[in-house]
T-cell receptor
Framework: DAKTTQPPSMDCAEGRAANLPCNHS???????VYWYRQIHSQGPQYIIH???NNETNEMASLIITEDRKSSTLILPHATLRDTAVYYC??????????????FGKGTKLSVIP | DGGITQSPKYLFRKEGQNVTLSCEQN?????MYWYRQDPGQGLRLIYY???????QKGDIAEGYSVSREKKESFPLTVTSAQKNPTAFYLC?????????????FGDGTRLSIL
């Protein structure tokens, strides 16, 4: 299963776009990339996922490179409430439509007033 | 609102005691999961269940037990055999057959030793 590499921390000014990178150079052709975030002492919150096309929802955009070896999560207008640890995950299949999520250490995003 | 409810939020265990963590979901999801998170660490899978009356061990099942008698409920028992139970426990669920759909998490139970 593919591993991911993320910077340990990033800062972003409030109101600006936050661009969080992730490398997953060993990803295989049918593996999805998932992004979650976790605010201290809460459960992880799902943000977005994708396979090879760029994706957008009400929370964020996900840009996946053409070779699928890296991706970027974009929060278009960061607010103080976006301060959290962000995890980029390539899942590990358990078979029959089920999988486990292997969270690394993620990127701690600090949104600064 | 649909979601996953974990209770209690905080739990204390005495030496030699078994404790049970509750996880209930009203999302009509077939698959449910229990993860453990230690400070500054990622998640590790304890048990998972893809359907009622069936469950499988994850990477760190020793010292834990589960049951899946109802679709909505997947309780986790931390037994006295688990020598280092202090951690943040997270329950998640997803539709079973939609393979790429995301898992959704509850808000966790923090377990400590007295």
């Amino acid at each position: 299963d593919a591993k991911t590499t993320q910077p340990p921390s990033m800062d972003c000014a409030e109101g600006r776009a936050a661009n969080l990178p992730c490398n997953h150079s060993t990803i295989s052709g049918n593996e999805y990339v998932y992004w979650y975030r976790q605010i201290h002492s809460q459960g992880p919150q799902y943000i977005i996922h994708g396979l090879k096309n760029n994706e957008t929802n009400e929370m964020a955009s996900l840009i996946i490179t053409e070779d699928r070896k890296s991706s970027t999560l974009i929060l278009p207008h960061a607010t103080l409430r976006d301060t959290a640890v962000y995890y980029c995950i390539v899942r590990a299949s358990l078979g029959a439509g089920s999988y486990q999520l292997t969270f690394g250490k993620g990127t701690k995003l600090s949104v600064i007033p | 609102d649909g979601g996953i409810t974990q209770s209690p939020k905080y739990l204390f265990r005495k030496e030699g005691q078994n404790v049970t963590l509750s996880c209930e979901q009203n999302l009509n999801h077939d698959a449910m999961y229990w993860y453990r998170q230690d400070p500054g660490q990622g998640l590790r899978l304890i048990y998972y269940s893809q359907i009622v009356n069936d469950f499988q061990k994850g990477d760190i099942a020793e010292g834990y037990s589960v049951s899946r008698e109802k679709k909505e409920s997947f309780p986790l028992t931390v037994t006295s055999a688990q020598k280092n139970p202090t951690a943040f426990y997270l329950c998640a669920s997803k539709p079973r057959w939609l393979g790429n759909q995301p898992q959704h998490f509850g808000d966790g139970t923090r377990l400590s030793i007295l």
